[in-house]
């Protein structure tokens, strides 16, 4: 059986949830401050990084792959220059990720991990 693919009401139902959240590799980060980034506008994730921060999270982790890293990028300068002040860059980690495609190939893809702290 194979799988179909989402037609286009439930693609634009799914970009309207909000952005992933999950546990962070660090285990001094608290669960909740990590932020995927994907194909959503910028704001929805500055939006999550601003939530995060005002919920109690001295720490966030905005993680990105392939097309999504200049997303990922901008959604930290418009929070630090914008929105929250008092937001430090602790650091930036590039990797390269290992993605299973269509018919069992692998690829390669960029990732990125910006860690940024509140003062």
Same mark, same amino acid.
């Given at each position: ?10 693609? =634009? ?21 990590v932020v995927f980034v994907g194909n959503k506008p910028v704001m929805n994730y500055v939006l999550a990084c601003m ?7 001295? =720490?966030?982790?905005? =993680? ?19 929105f929250v002040k008092g937001v430090e860059l602790e650091g930036i980690s590039l990797s390269t990720e290992e993605v ?5 190939? =692998? ?13």
């Open positions: 059986m194979t799988e179909q693919k989402p037609n286009r009401t439930q693609r =634009k139902e799914r970009e309207k949830r909000a952005p992933r959240t999950a546990a962070p590799s660090d285990p001094q980060v608290a669960a909740q401050s939530t995060r921060l005002n919920s109690g999270s001295n =720490k966030i982790v905005v =993680k990105a792959r392939g097309s999504a890293i200049p997303t990922a990028v901008d959604t930290i300068e418009v929070l630090r220059r914008s299973d495609r269509e018919q069992g190939r =692998k690829s390669r893809v960029s990732a990125i991990e910006i860690s940024v702290t509140k003062q």
